[in-house]
């Protein structure tokens, strides 16, 4: 992108509802030039956000002025990110939960895509479960990673714009992937759209009325610059309702993950991971996380928003 080209958008609707009603939510905190590395899954600047604004309708939370999809789109192109496969195992297990729970729902598998799909763990562990699977990625090296380790053939681009069959699929997976993007409701338009009809769409994303984001206030986890929305159970209604779902299943979510990749989350247990024989013990030990903060939600496609 040249330095000609935008980068940032004053936005005069809500994202979620498309409402007018628009106030001032808090001051930003992160003042820096944004890059790949400050918007990759593992990136640590935790507290840190743009300027937020909410919608006096639905109660939505985001950026404003926002990241443009094309700038962000040029940014996650090049992203690596290497330590996030690393915790490939942590993270098979908070998928794994999301499939049993999908096949609940959906007992005959067929065919699953999924959003984000980073290196596609996800993915493969759909496969050996017995679906069909499919995704995009943005990141070319990610994209890369997925052929290379799990023989995916990822489409490398973005939802919004890819070029992608209608009503293909029994399922479509969206973890931790809306808040990334500053055009929430034509992201679930396109999953209505790929969607067979009374497709799944399963959903995860921070919720940001939780106890845990209130308590935690600025130091929460999920504040971070690669987040530009910020849901809670009445926006994310009304971006529902507006895409065209119907949900028909709410958890929070838990998150698994070593006690390694927890460590070096925070810089004074860094050097800890530093000494050989204590940094391989910490990466057997499995810690899961039932903070309370984030939705996990199963929607069916109920028809045009």
Same mark, same amino acid.
């Given at each position: +992108?040249?330095?000609?080209? $935008? ?6 609707? &809500? ?39 909410? &919608? %006096? %309708? ?6 404003? /002025? ?15 990110? /290497? ?13 794994? #939960? ?8 959906? /007992? ?18 759909? #496969? ?34 890819? /070029? ?9 997976? +969206? ?10 409701? $034509? ?26 984001? #209130?308590? @935690? ?6 504040? #971070?610059? @690669? ?68 939705? $996990? *939600?199963? @929607? *069916? ?5």
């Amino acid at each position: +992108m040249s330095d000609g080209e $935008e980068r940032f958008r004053t936005l005069k609707a &809500c994202p979620a509802c498309d409402g007018t009603s628009l106030r001032e939510y808090q001051k930003g905190t992160y003042t820096g030039r944004l890059t790949q590395d400050q918007i990759k899954i593992t990136d640590r600047q935790y507290g840190q956000t743009w300027n937020l604004s909410v &919608c %006096g %309708g639905c109660g939505h939370i985001f950026a404003n /002025p926002c990241p443009t999809p094309d700038y962000l789109a040029s940014l996650y192109g090049r992203v690596e990110d /290497p330590l996030y496969e690393e915790e490939a195992l942590g993270r098979a297990k908070n998928f794994l #939960r999301i499939l049993r729970r999908l096949e609940q729902i959906l /007992p005959q598998k067929g065919t699953l895509f999924d959003v984000g799909a980073a290196t596609g763990i996800l993915l493969d562990l759909a #496969r050996r479960r017995g679906w069909e699977p499919a995704g995009i990625e943005p990141s070319s090296w990610a994209v890369k990673v997925a052929a290379e380790k799990y023989r995916l053939g990822l489409v490398e681009g973005h939802l919004e714009t890819a /070029p992608l069959p209608e009503g293909r699929y029994e399922a479509v997976t +969206m973890v931790d992937f809306i808040e990334h993007t500053p055009v929430p409701f $034509e992201a679930l338009r396109k999953a209505s759209a790929i969607l067979k009809p009374a497709g799944v769409l399963v959903l995860v994303t921070p919720d940001i009325r939780s106890r845990t984001a #209130r308590l @935690a206030g600025r130091r929460w986890w999920h504040l #971070r610059p @690669a987040h530009v929305a910020f849901f809670s159970r009445r926006s994310l209604d009304a971006l529902f309702r507006r895409a065209g779902f119907r949900v028909i299943s709410e958890r929070r979510y838990a998150w698994s993950f070593s006690a390694h990749y927890l460590f070096s989350r925070k810089r004074p247990f860094r050097s800890v991971l530093k000494i050989g024989f204590l940094a391989s013990l910490l990466k057997k030990i499995p810690v899961k996380l039932a903070l309370g903060d984030s939705f $996990e *939600v199963y @929607a *069916v496609k109920d028809g045009p928003g």
